[in-house]
């Protein structure tokens, strides 16, 4: 039996209605996009970190010349 939890209260899944499943649906989707969106946040600010790195030690052989 699959369970979902609101609100510290526990829900039989099996029973729910059709609306209620597809509600379920879009919940998990929803979620489900949030964590690959925080995925690739995450990959895009050590991108940023890595090339501002990178910059940063240029800019310095460039002076240093």
Do not use: F, P
């Not at 970190?49 to 240029?58: D, G, I, L, P, V």
Request: hydrophobic residues 30%; proline residues 0%; negative net charge.
């Amino acid at each position: 039996m699959t369970k979902l939890t609101l609100d510290e209260k526990e829900y039989d899944i099996e029973s729910m209605t059709d609306e209620q499943k597809e509600m379920l649906n879009v919940l998990n989707l929803g979620q489900n996009s949030i964590s690959l969106l925080n995925h690739m946040m995450r990959c895009v600010q050590s991108v940023q970190q890595a090339t501002t790195a990178q910059m940063k030690n240029s800019l310095e052989e460039t002076t240093d010349e």
